[in-house]
């Protein structure tokens, strides 16, 4: 079993639409928790950190269950450039910092 | 934006050769990273470093080694490149120790590796 595991998707998704995306982690000492965006070919780019509380940012927003031991980001009113590969990270700050990723999912955002 | 540099960006080697991955960042971080990632295949972490003079092995077993002799540089070397080695290399930094803010990790643009 992976240790964070994601739908690798693709979500098709209309210009408009709200879209969310799950992930769930199998190591409960995970402290710290982040969405990435990786575009086609590119490198992985921070999009948001994940607060216990939830927190959101413009059309983005993050929420962390921890007795569930997941992740969901929720992307609202899609945009053709939100397409892209999202990842799910999360750091055992018990083991020096280390991040996991999950093997992403990628959306595509139609016109 | 991440001041982190890799070169070159695209590499076509023969196999046998001897290449080395240059990755350096500007931002003082102490804490940094090489990972592997295949076409639509998630990250795989290879190497990694805490500061000068330290090195340790990641996830995934690797035959590439590196070097940390200054805060700033972080090369990436293959003694006889191999078409198996062909990837994307993918280098990362991050802060590290007392008053690091978060475990952020800023990416490189990456190396692609063609070994033919």
């Known amino acids: 079993r992976k240790e964070v595991e994601q739908d690798p998707g693709p979500f098709n998704v209309p210009e408009g639409a709200t879209v969310a995306f799950n992930c769930t982690y199998s190591?409960?000492?995970?402290?710290?928790f982040f969405w990435y965006r990786q575009d086609c070919r590119k490198e992985p780019k921070l999009l948001m950190s994940?607060?216990?509380s939830g927190n959101e940012d413009g059309r983005f927003t993050a929420q962390l269950n921890r007795a569930s031991q997941y992740i969901s980001l929720l992307i609202r009113d899609s945009k053709l450039s939100d397409s892209a590969t999202y990842l799910c990270?999360?750091?055992?700050?018990?083991?020096?910092?280390?991040?996991?990723f999950g093997g992403g999912t990628r959306l595509m955002v139609k016109p | 934006e991440a001041d982190i540099y890799q070169t070159p960006r695209y590499l076509v080697i023969g196999t046998g050769k001897k290449i080395t991955l240059e990755c350096s960042q500007t931002?003082?971080?102490?804490?940094m990273y090489w990972y592997q990632q295949d076409p639509g295949m998630e990250l795989h972490l290879i190497h990694y470093?805490?500061?000068?003079?330290?090195?340790e092995k990641g996830d995934l077993s690797s035959e590439s080694t590196v070097s940390r002799i200054r805060t700033e540089h972080f090369p990436l070397t293959l003694e006889s490149a191999r078409p198996s080695h062909t990837s994307q290399y993918l280098c990362?930094?991050?802060?590290?120790?007392?008053?690091?803010?978060?475990?952020?990790?800023?990416f490189g643009p990456g190396t692609r590796l063609t070994v033919l």
């Open positions: 990362a930094s991050s802060e590290y120790g007392p008053g690091a803010v978060t475990d952020t990790q800023y």
């Open positions: 190591n409960s000492a995970s402290q710290s």
């Open positions: 994940v607060y216990s």
């Open positions: 990270v999360v750091a055992d700050n018990n083991a020096g910092n280390m991040l996991t």
């Open positions: 931002m003082g971080h102490d804490k």
């Open positions: 470093s805490y500061g000068v003079n330290s090195t």
